[in-house]
């Protein structure tokens, strides 16, 4: 005789466990496909909740993108933050770059769904997006270990971020092996943390000049 117990269901979130749910699922899937494999509806089937569940936490697919976006950046900042503390000979911008590095090519569906895709273009100022990029940006700019002058810091750390993204986008898409240049992608970034160092101790030691000759 079959029970007449109801059964439990096989995954029961409670007090906002299904948006935290859907936001790894989604990274998992944007781990494999980037953003065009994340579906609210697949999601939804994978997790066993009813298709209308993840609305209550998100209004749409773009906000969900948003989220997970976010919690995206908060890993990479997360790496970031590791690599510069560890005790190291290396400057903490060469750690830096190189974990960027590292992650861009370990992790490209992701590294896509944070650089690639318009999300963070359309986060608004002030949205969890918009303050996870600031802080990821704000360690680029601490790892250049200079005080403020204006704003080269942050003029220097655009230029490098800039860079880096382009290796890690070249080496995605075949285009950049370093064979042209006998250089390998890590040898090229560091190249860029001397140049930027050197730069930007160049442009400092001018500002610095020049205001002193206004004086």
Request: one cysteine or more; aromatic letters at 6%; a positive charge.
């Given at each position: 005789m079959?029970?007449q117990l109801?059964?439990k269901?096989q995954?029961?979130y409670?007090h906002?466990?299904?948006r935290?749910?859907l936001i790894?699922a989604?990274?998992?899937e944007a781990e494999?496909?980037?953003?065009e494999a994340?579906?609210i509806?697949?999601?939804?089937?994978?997790?066993g909740?009813?298709?209308p569940?993840p609305?209550?936490?998100?209004?749409?697919?773009?906000?969900l993108?948003?989220?997970?976006?976010?919690?995206a950046f908060r890993q990479?900042?997360a790496?970031?933050r590791?690599?510069m503390?560890k005790?190291s000979?290396?400057?903490?911008l060469?750690?830096?770059?190189?974990?960027?590095?590292?992650f861009?090519?370990?992790?490209n569906?992701?590294?896509?769904?944070m650089?690639?895709s318009?999300t963070?273009?359309c986060?608004?100022?002030?949205?969890?997006?918009?303050?996870?990029?600031?802080?990821?940006?704000?360690l680029?700019?601490e790892a250049?270990?200079?005080?403020?002058v204006?704003?080269?810091?942050?003029r220097h750390?655009?230029?490098?971020?800039a860079?880096?993204?382009g290796v890690?986008?070249?080496?995605e898409q075949g285009?950049?092996?370093?064979?042209a240049?006998?250089?390998?992608?890590?040898?090229?970034?560091?190249d860029?943390?001397?140049?930027t160092?050197?730069?930007?101790?160049?442009a400092?030691k001018?500002?610095r000049r020049?205001a002193k000759?206004r004086v």
């Amino acid at each position: 005789m079959r029970s007449q117990l109801a059964r439990k269901p096989q995954k029961s979130y409670h007090h906002g466990d299904l948006r935290d749910a859907l936001i790894k699922a989604a990274l998992r899937e944007a781990e494999q496909g980037g953003v065009e494999a994340i579906s609210i509806k697949a999601l939804a089937k994978q997790l066993g909740v009813s298709q209308p569940a993840p609305y209550r936490h998100f209004a749409d697919r773009e906000a969900l993108l948003a989220a997970v976006t976010a919690e995206a950046f908060r890993q990479l900042s997360a790496i970031l933050r590791e690599a510069m503390a560890k005790p190291s000979q290396q400057s903490k911008l060469s750690r830096l770059a190189q974990a960027t590095l590292d992650f861009g090519l370990r992790r490209n569906g992701i590294y896509r769904l944070m650089f690639a895709s318009r999300t963070v273009s359309c986060a608004a100022k002030g949205s969890e997006l918009h303050e996870a990029t600031r802080e990821t940006f704000a360690l680029v700019i601490e790892a250049l270990e200079v005080p403020a002058v204006g704003f080269l810091r942050e003029r220097h750390a655009l230029k490098i971020w800039a860079a880096l993204h382009g290796v890690v986008t070249l080496a995605e898409q075949g285009l950049f092996t370093g064979e042209a240049a006998h250089a390998s992608r890590e040898e090229l970034v560091e190249d860029f943390v001397t140049e930027t160092k050197i730069a930007l101790a160049t442009a400092i030691k001018d500002a610095r000049r020049k205001a002193k000759t206004r004086v």
